[in-house]
């Protein structure tokens, strides 16, 4: 009844296998993941109707990814008792998820498309976090949705002096290190690191060492594609009117210069308004405007903006005034409220950022429920 496809390769001393078919079959792609006894199922789906994308500069995706107890072995308790909101863990691995995967959707795509990763058992040993990451990927890449992909998810810590791959909860309680790279065959896409004041060339080698590990993941992926992946949907980006981006170009480069350089951030944001204004008034006359002009021309201004930024980057300079090596004015202010235990104003150029401590005893120590054991939180920022 089933026709399941399985890859399998052993990783950081555990099996990692990626199966297709037995789950999820009616969507467009779906992938088991099994490290250890961790499972996490991840399914995409693209909505319909497919030749008819959002005729916008928005990509709605949509990642999702959910921990229950259940997969544990555990009953919820504690205070939040329904399993209601997503958790804090839930919604960081959501943005883990999202932020290598988005930027690899053809250029145009915007086909709604919803990615959700469900923890189907938990061994209280290996993290589910990758897991959803690389079976998000997975399953874009045995679907028929256009990506450019596949991507692999790996976490290196340093136990004991040395590298570890894919480090257990136990190993990493006393590592050194808490990086997860995530990447293609060919390049790194994003880090996120946290140390106890290593060396430049330490994380250099952690992050070669993890991005070996993600081409064998990104190998893995390739080789389900090839035995049970299904053709791609025939994406045709739209044409591009390069009179129309050559035109505000040519009439608007100064003028957007201009409006960059502008010193304070809202008044340098109001003069690159008023730039892209200026151009639609100009190249699409008359009061009632044709709305595909109008909005190729903002497209342009948009296009304009970025590569304004870039080559006033690559002179040596931002767009605020700063060179490469300046901060923004930085003030630092305690004891502005009268009635809180702490408080402190801190401001960094036009961003700020207000601070109050409060005080408790061990009785008002928060007590969190997750896969893991319950811990109690007495710190909240």
Request: glycine fraction near 8%; aromatic fraction near 4%; include cysteine.
């Amino acid at each position: 009844m089933f026709d399941v496809k399985t890859v399998e390769r052993e990783l950081g001393g555990r099996k990692l296998s990626l199966e297709c078919g037995r789950m999820a079959r009616q969507a467009n792609g779906a992938v088991v993941v099994r490290y250890g006894d961790t499972m996490v199922i991840t399914a995409s789906v693209m909505g319909p109707p497919r030749d008819s994308p959002r005729d916008d500069d928005f990509m709605p995706l949509t990642m999702d990814y959910r921990e229950k107890t259940g997969a544990a072995g555990k009953i919820p308790g504690g205070f939040f008792k329904r399993e209601g909101r997503p958790s804090t863990k839930e919604i960081l691995t959501m943005r883990m998820m999202d932020r290598p995967i988005r930027p690899l959707f053809p250029d145009g795509f915007r086909n709604e498309i919803q990615i959700q990763a469900f923890v189907l058992s938990a061994d209280l040993e290996n993290d589910p976090d990758l897991m959803a990451i690389n079976g998000a990927s997975a399953s874009l890449t045995i679907s028929d949705i256009p990506f450019l992909g596949p991507v692999g998810a790996v976490r290196v810590g340093q136990v004991d002096g040395k590298l570890v791959l894919n480090p257990s909860f136990a190993d990493r309680a006393v590592s050194a290190l808490e990086l997860i790279v995530v990447g293609t065959e060919k390049a790194v896409t994003m880090v996120e690191c946290g140390a106890r004041e290593l060396s430049e060339e330490v994380m250099i080698e952690a992050i070669k060492f993890g991005h070996d590990a993600i081409r064998e993941i990104c190998r893995m992926q390739n080789e389900l594609r090839e035995t049970a992946g299904v053709a791609k949907f025939v994406f045709a980006p739209p044409v591009r009117d390069e009179a129309v981006h050559a035109e505000v170009k040519g009439r608007f480069a100064e003028a957007m210069r201009t409006a960059l350089l502008t010193t304070g951030k809202l008044a340098r944001s109001a003069a690159v308004s008023q730039v892209g204004k200026l151009a639609v008034e100009a190249l699409v006359p008359g009061e009632v405007k044709d709305a595909a002009k109008v909005g190729e021309v903002k497209r342009a201004i948009h296009d304009l903006e970025r590569d304004t930024v870039r080559a006033v980057i690559l002179e040596g300079g931002r767009v605020d005034g700063r060179s490469v090596t300046d901060i923004r004015p930085i003030v630092s202010e305690v004891g502005i409220l009268p009635r809180s235990h702490g408080s402190a104003l801190f401001t960094r150029g036009e961003t700020q950022a207000i601070v109050t401590c409060t005080l408790g005893t061990t009785d008002d120590e928060q007590i969190i429920d997750g896969l893991q054991e319950e811990v109690r939180k007495r710190f909240m920022l």
